[in-house]
Nanobody, 118 residues
Framework: VQLVESGGGLVQPGGSLRLSCAAS????????MKWYRQAPGKEREWVAG????????????TYADSVKGRFTISRDNAKNTLYLQMNSLKPEDTAVYYC????????WGQGIQVTVSS
């Protein structure tokens, strides 16, 4: 299992970024996927989740209260890629973002830095 995040960077408050997570080594469409983040000095926290191909639709997407209405999780099963569209970014969204899946154990990407600052 390999998960590789991309798309992070520096953005001003109110701006947008789209993170991608390229997955390989497993049957991507058959597994739920999640985004987590870890800010400096804080524990890693869950951000959003999306169901597998059998559990499609908006009801299969869940969000932490802190990002609800601003972030959108999606997946392209043909491309084995997970996305996180982040709009109306705030300084408190600054963190390293990780994609995650659970297949008998947790698998993590290497993480990607997102910095929201003027």
């Amino acid at each position: 299992v390999q998960l590789v995040e991309s798309g992070g960077g520096l953005v001003q408050p109110g701006g947008s970024l789209r993170l991608s997570c390229a997955a390989s080594g497993f049957s991507f469409s058959n597994y739920a996927m999640k985004w987590y983040r870890q800010a400096p000095g804080k524990e890693r926290e869950w951000v959003a989740g999306i169901g597998d191909v059998a559990r499609a639709g908006d009801r299969a997407r869940t969000y932490a209260d802190s990002v609800k209405g601003r972030f959108t999780i999606s997946r392209d099963n043909a491309k084995n890629t997970l996305y996180l569209q982040m709009n109306s970014l705030k300084p408190e969204d600054t963190a390293v973002y990780y994609c995650n899946t659970y297949i008998y154990k947790n698998y993590w990407g290497q993480g990607i830095q997102v910095t929201v600052s003027s």
